[in-house]
Structures are given as C-alpha cells and as structure tokens.
C-alpha cells in the first residue's frame, strides 16, 4: 500500500534525515587507507546511540539474507555495490567504498547512501561515481507532483545510457515512512509517463546503482554482499526524497 504524508508528518521526518545526513558525512570523512570497516559500523552505532535513534538494519532479515543483518551499517567496497555486510578488511589505497545507512528518529526513517574512493582515485572510478551522482540529481528533478514515478525511473536510465552503462531493474528505490522498505518500488530505469501519479506526501528513496560493464550480480555466502558477476566496480548513491507541491524535498540533504 502506498501511503501519502501530511505536511505535519513531513516536518516530523526531517529530524530523522537530519540525522542520517550526518552520519553518512561522518563515515565518508572517517573513511581512509588502513580504516576498517568495523570501525566505520562503530562510528554509526555509536552516533546512533547518542542521538537516541534506532538502527534499521541491525535485525533486518528479508527472505534473501542468510541471517538477521547484525549490522547497523553497509560497506560494500570495489566490486561489491549493495547490502555489503560489515566485515574485518580494512581499506587499501584506491578501494572505492559505498556506504548505506539507515535509521529511524522518533518512528520516522531516512535512507541515504554515497560512494567515494579511499586514497588514490582511479578515473574510472571517479566517473563512475559522478555518473551515480548526476543519475541522482535527475531522478530528484522528476520527483515532482503530476509527473509519474516512470518519469524518475527514466530520468535515472537516461543518464546510465548516455554514459554507456547497463541498468539492473532487481534493487531499486523504495517508499520510505515508518518502515524502512514500502512501496512504490522506484526502478532505476524505465518509460517516461507510465507508473503512478507522483502526489504530495510521497516520500521515497531514490537510489540509482551502477557497475562499470555489466548488469549481471552474484551473492556473497552471507546472502547479503550483492557484487558485480564480472569483478567490475560499482557506485551508489541515495537520498530520501518528499514530493511536495513545489520542489521536492531532499530530507538528507548533505551540508
């Protein structure tokens, strides 16, 4: 079922986004060579500890994970790009790192996530990850009441294509409220003016994702690593996002 917010509840999310913002900033400043990625999933726990927040990973156990996630952080590096569980590696130079977190403040959810390279870049890297970002941009643009949810999903496609890449339709955006995961399923590509009417008091998370050369992913053993089937890098980058009858409002805005 796909539920519309009222403007109260809307500002009743920003602190959630607020703080989801902060953290996702806080772990891309920690991220460094020699930085394990346990110590960036004790960054977030322990920043969701002193606000007062609640993880929504940690005992989040959908049908394909192995297990409860027992993590309140992803960390997916190099040719992992989603749902990487934190683990003991630690970062090497020119590791291209993507972090996704979520968590929920006074019953309300945010979802961001961003990727950046650890040391030095490799430019494809770099491109890959600006592509991402710009696939973002234009998903947010189309995010606007009267449109419909095909016009993100092709807004995102269009930027993939122009760069040359491939689009997996098998994870995508998402509602989020007071759960994490909700409808609308937001595909990072697809046909402009079909899908559902974009109204007020939507709120989704708009997440494109994209691997160097392929489309294809496999599973780590722990059901939740999801990487590229070719060994071929991959960038991801999110926001949650309310439509409104203006602009859209990006609650996890980044300063």
């Known amino acids: 079922m796909i539920e519309l917010r009222t403007p109260t509840q809307i500002e009743q999310m920003r602190p959630a986004g607020r703080f989801v913002a902060s953290v996702i900033q806080a772990l891309s400043e920690k991220a460094a060579v020699g930085v394990n990625l346990l110590e960036l999933d004790a960054l977030a726990h322990q920043m969701i500890k002193d606000a007062g927040a609640e993880s929504c990973y940690i005992d989040y156990h959908p049908s394909f994970g192995a297990s409860p996630f027992g993590k309140v952080l992803c960390t997916s590096v190099n040719d992992a790009v989603l749902h990487g569980l934190p683990h003991d590696y630690t970062l090497q130079d020119g590791d291209l790192l993507s972090v996704d977190f979520a968590a929920s403040v006074d019953g309300w959810v945010s979802d961001s996530a961003l990727s950046v390279v650890v040391g030095t870049p490799r430019e494809e890297d770099l491109r890959l ?31 993939a294509h122009a760069a040359g890449l491939k689009v997996n ?42 691997l160097h050369t392929t489309d294809e992913i496999v599973f780590d053993p722990d059901g939740w690593t999801i990487r590229s089937a070719d060994g071929s890098r991959g960038a991801h980058a999110e926001h949650t996002v309310a439509i409104t009858s203006g602009d859209p409002l990006v609650l996890t805005a980044r300063d």
């Open 129 to 159: 990850i600006e592509v991402t970002e710009k696939a973002l941009t234009a998903g947010i643009a189309a995010a606007r009441a009267g449109n419909r949810l095909g016009d993100i999903s092709a807004a995102i496609g269009d930027v």
């Open 169 to 210: 339709l098998q994870f995508g955006g998402h509602g989020v409220g007071r759960t994490m995961h909700g409808e609308p399923h937001v595909a990072n590509d697809g046909r402009p003016g079909r899908g559902i009417k974009l109204r007020p008091g939507l709120v989704i998370a708009i997440e494109p994702w994209f």
